[in-house]
């Protein structure tokens, strides 16, 4: 068991013909990922890397059964590329383009919200976006879907989910002796598809997440909510890091999401609303695997 | 991406929304023949990337075009220091003539993203000219907030339920219910991130004016709009980031003495809070992206290092895509090149990561290795204080 991604989970890459999707959907590949194929509007029917590659997405997932999108698409084609994929029905989108204008997500998820409200009526499944800016979600021992290095990863108990890519990765790596049941990139853009409430959520439901790592950074109020969340609903341990405690105010670290403005998003009030709900909070991001053993330990 | 406020006002009157006229100046002279050709009596705002600007003494009324030119002529040039400006404070190179108006009510009018809600917010106070997120903190309620769908704009209904909120009737609610939908405009077609309009200005005529704004843009969605992107001032910016964007990479300066280069903007931040954990504090946030090639390692080196306060640097890679044994020649090519006039702490990660490791020490230079954050951390700190 793990959250959203397994080894049944059939992967098209939409933009397999461009050098990051050829690259990565080439790495998800050898990793051990079932991937179906590719979309690249105009190259339907040839393949390419020995993949079958189609013109749409509707294409890929009535003729090679894909229920995953993995996306690579340029970003201003990549909002585009995220509601063709939920048009046709996928089931876990995952987008890693990064630098799409955030009026274009807005339309994206407006259309995601409708598509799958009408969906849900019909008793089929609605799509999950995960990302856009993001790793993407690994499922180690199963599915890489995404950018991720696979070989750092293990299977074990610990949900991971961060905004941040490389500080995933630093949690994993610190937590290489007990191993991962998924690992979740949301991003760092301001409006995630998949936020830490869905991911927390779906760990505590997970009976292979013993335990979790959240990290957030400064920006914006999706820790705040979550510390809500984990305080009512979650009885799983949870550790948590946010980075930027050292940040000023308005400046943009990197995360088009990343700033402190008007004086909200900080990393002290963020870890303040944490530590209040129960989560255990480390200061230093070179604490989050001792941690993690040691309330699992008295768990 | 920032402009300022005459560049700003034009944007807004492209999309129909009324300003006071205004005429932009780089010299007295010029400034002289504005304010004759506005009437005599006008404002001399100093054009500069921050708010505050009234406070320091970058705005002042002028009753004459010789005493435009007079007080144009004191802040071109000026060090203005405002509460957003930091101490160092901006340069003054240009003014704005405006025509000076009548007042009746300072109101405040904004738009940006709620990231909760998805969508773009409108809020209006009645309390203009103030800092709006001290009414925030003071009052909270003072504050109409109104929540725009992404896809139907800004509903007729919406619009007059902000110029109720201000308090507005007559002629001046009519005009003002027409300035939020023509300002909603010009908000979404230009990709803007934030348009403030503080003050929101009635006339003792009924007008109703934008007699400041703010605007900022979605750096994202820029490749859309070149004529936002002309208005770009790089005076306005810090020299050493703009060079660093030229080599994509994200470098932002900082106070401290501690260099730091990392890959990925979550790192980065979390690299320089450890820094700060272990006793010292960051010079410089910079994230070099997903591939350290030596060329980007280079240049990194050497923006770090045109910060004189730098004292010794720390580099965090963890390498994924990009393999160990790479970063760490392009390291050690870059050290060759630019030479090491600080110590250098190496923490690397990641895929051949033991090649990589090997490289640096299989170089002879007088690169320091570590082995986690905490341990480059307070390596670097030591080597930042003399003690490596």
Same mark, same amino acid.
């Not at chain 1, 294409?59 to 994929?85: T, W, Y």
């Not at chain 2, 605007?215 to 002309?230: G, P, S, T």
């Not at chain 2, 208005?231 to 501690?258: Q, T, W």
């Given at each position: 068991m793990a959250i959203w991604v397994d080894k049944s989970t059939r992967v098209i890459v939409q933009g397999i013909t461009g050098r990051e999707g050829t690259f990565h959907a080439k790495g998800c590949r050898d990793y051990g990922t079932n991937v179906v194929g590719g979309v690249t509007p105009g190259k339907g029917?040839?393949?390419?890397?020995?993949?079958?590659?189609?013109?749409?997405?509707? /294409?890929?997932?009535? %003729?090679?059964?894909?229920?995953?999108?993995?996306?690579?698409?340029?970003?201003?084609?990549?909002?585009?590329?995220?509601?063709?994929?939920?048009?046709?029905?996928?089931?876990?989108?995952?987008?890693?383009t990064e630098g799409i204008p955030v009026n274009d997500m807005m339309k994206a998820h407006d259309f995601l919200k409708k598509t799958n409200a009408r969906r849900v009526t019909a008793n089929e499944t609605p799509s999950r976006l995960i990302g856009p800016n993001c790793p993407g979600i690994i499922t180690p021992g199963q599915a890489k879907i995404g950018i991720m290095p696979g070989h750092i990863h293990k299977p074990g108990p610990i949900g991971i989910v961060s905004r941040s890519g490389t500080l995933?990765?630093?949690?994993?790596? +610190?937590?290489? /002796?007990?191993?991962?049941?998924?690992?979740?990139?949301?991003g760092g853009d301001p409006l995630p598809g998949t936020n830490f409430i869905d991911c927390l959520a779906a760990f505590q439901a997970d009976p292979a997440t013993e335990a979790i790592i959240m990290i957030g950074e400064i920006g914006g109020t999706a820790e705040e909510d979550a510390a809500v969340y984990v305080k009512a609903f979650v009885t799983k341990p949870v550790v948590a890091f946010i980075a930027? +405690?050292?940040?000023?105010?308005?400046?943009?670290?990197?995360?088009?999401?990343?700033?402190?403005?008007?004086?909200?998003?900080?990393?002290?009030? %963020?870890m303040n609303a944490l530590a209040a709900a129960g989560i255990h909070v480390v200061k230093a991001p070179s604490d989050m695997g001792k941690r993690i053993v040691e309330v699992m330990g008295s768990a | 991406m920032k402009v300022h406020e005459y560049q700003a006002k034009?944007?807004?009157?492209?999309?129909?929304?009324?300003?006071?006229?205004?005429?932009?100046?780089?010299?007295?002279?010029?400034?002289?023949?504005?304010?004759?050709?506005?009437?005599?009596?006008?404002?001399?705002?100093?054009?500069?990337?921050?708010?505050?600007?009234?406070?320091?003494?970058?705005?002042?009324?002028?009753?004459?075009?010789?005493?435009?030119?007079?007080?144009?002529k004191q802040m071109l040039g000026m060090t203005l220091v405002t509460h957003q400006t930091g101490p160092e404070g901006r340069i003054v190179r240009k003014v704005l003539i405006e025509e000076a108006l009548n007042i009746d009510k300072e109101l405040y009018l904004g738009i940006t993203l709620d990231r909760r809600l998805g969508m773009n917010v409108i809020m209006a106070s009645a309390q203009g000219g103030m800092d709006i997120e001290e009414v925030a903190a003071k009052d909270p309620n003072a504050i109409e907030r109104v929540a725009v769908d992404s896809v139907l704009g800004v509903q007729p209904f919406q619009a007059r339920r902000v110029a109720y909120s201000l308090g507005l009737s007559g002629d001046a609610f009519k005009k003002c219910v027409d300035f939020v939908q023509k300002l909603m405009r010009a908000y979404v077609e230009t990709d803007a991130s934030l348009a403030e309009i503080n003050p929101l200005l009635v006339t003792k005529e009924g007008d109703v004016l934008a007699l400041d704004c703010?605007?900022?843009?979605?750096?994202?969605?820029?490749?859309?709009?070149?004529?936002?992107?002309?208005?770009?001032?790089?005076?306005?910016?810090?020299?050493?980031?703009?060079?660093?964007?030229?080599?994509?990479?994200?470098?932002?300066?900082?106070?401290?003495?501690?260099?730091c280069m990392v890959n990925g903007a979550g790192l980065a931040m979390a690299t320089m809070d450890i820094i700060k954990l272990a006793g010292g504090e960051p010079a410089n946030f910079l994230d070099v992206g997903g591939g350290a090639s030596a060329e980007q390692v280079k240049n990194a080196f050497r923006i770090i290092l045109s910060d004189k306060n730098v004292k010794a640097i720390l580099i965090n890679i963890f390498g994924g895509i990009m393999r160990g044994d790479r970063i760490a020649e392009g390291v050690v090519s870059a050290s060759r090149e630019i030479g090491l006039p600080v110590p250098v702490v190496v923490r690397l990660e990641g895929t051949n990561v033991d090649l990589g490791k090997q490289i640096l020490k299989d170089s002879g230079l007088p690169l320091i290795t570590a082995d986690g954050m905490w341990d480059a951390a307070t390596k670097v700190v030591a080597a930042a204080k003399g003690q490596a």
């Open positions: 029917g040839t393949t390419h890397e020995d993949f079958p590659v189609f013109d749409t997405v509707r /294409d890929a997932r009535e %003729k090679a059964g894909a229920n995953c999108s993995l996306i690579f698409v340029p970003p201003a084609f990549a909002a585009d590329a995220v509601m063709e994929a939920c048009d046709a029905g996928i089931e876990l989108i995952v987008c890693i995933t990765y630093e949690a994993v790596g +610190q937590t290489r /002796d007990i191993g991962q049941s998924t690992a979740v990139g949301i930027g +405690q050292t940040a000023p105010p308005g400046r943009r670290m990197g995360h088009a999401g990343a700033i402190i403005s008007g004086g909200t998003g900080t990393a002290a009030e %963020k | 034009e944007i807004l009157r492209r999309y129909g929304v009324p300003t006071p006229r205004g005429i932009v100046a780089d010299t007295p002279d010029e400034a002289f023949r504005a304010a004759k050709e506005l009437g005599g009596r006008v404002v001399v705002k100093a054009q500069i990337h921050a708010g505050g600007r009234g406070k320091g003494g970058g705005v002042k009324l002028a009753k004459t075009a010789d005493e435009a030119a007079g007080l144009t703010k605007m900022n843009f979605d750096d994202n969605a820029l490749y859309r709009h070149k004529d936002v992107v002309e208005m770009r001032d790089l005076h306005e910016e810090d020299p050493l980031e703009v060079e660093a964007s030229h080599f994509g990479l994200n470098y932002i300066k900082l106070d401290g003495n501690v260099g």
